[in-house]
C-alpha cells in the first residue's frame, strides 16, 4: 500500500512554469512505476505522463511532450513533474499515481492515487 500526496499546483500566467511534487509513503516507493494525470472541469481525466520504477524509462501525452518533464527521487519517496511553456490548455486538477511493475497510461491501470492539486494558466 502507498499513499501519495500532491503538492506545488497554483496559479500561473500563460508561457510560465511550475513544478509538481508526489510525495510517497512506505519503504517500497522504488517498486512503483509513478504516473501524473490531469482532469478539466467537464472532461474526462487523462494520461500526462509516466516514469517506470527506476526512472530510466517514461512516456508523454503528445499534448505535452517537450514541454512537461517527469522525474522521480527513490531516496526521497518523490515523483515530480515539471512543467514548462504553460497554456490555458493545461488547467486541470493534476492527479499522481502509482502502480506495481511497468508504466502504463491508462487510468484504470493505477491502483493508488493522490488528492489531486489544482494547475490554473492564465492567458
Known amino acids: 500500500q502507498v499513499q501519495l500526496v500532491e503538492s506545488g499546483g497554483g496559479l500561473v500566467q500563460a508561457g510560465g512554469s511550475l513544478r509538481l511534487s508526489c510525495a510517497a509513503s512506505g519503504r517500497t516507493f522504488s517498486s512503483y512505476s509513478m504516473g501524473w494525470f490531469r482532469q478539466a472541469p467537464g472532461k474526462e481525466r487523462e494520461f500526462v505522463t509516466a516514469i517506470d520504477l527506476s526512472g530510466r524509462s517514461t512516456s508523454y501525452a503528445g499534448s505535452v511532450k517537450g514541454r512537461f518533464t517527469i522525474s522521480r527521487d527513490n531516496a526521497k519517496n518523490t515523483v515530480y513533474l515539471h512543467m514548462n511553456s504553460l497554456k490555458s490548455e493545461d488547467t486541470a486538477v493534476y492527479y499522481c499515481?502509482?502502480?506495481?511493475?511497468?508504466?502504463?497510461?491508462?487510468?484504470?491501470?493505477?491502483?493508488?492515487w493522490g488528492q489531486g492539486t489544482q494547475v490554473t494558466v492564465s492567458s
Open positions: 499515481a502509482a502502480r506495481p511493475y511497468g508504466i502504463a497510461t491508462m487510468w484504470s491501470q493505477y491502483a493508488y
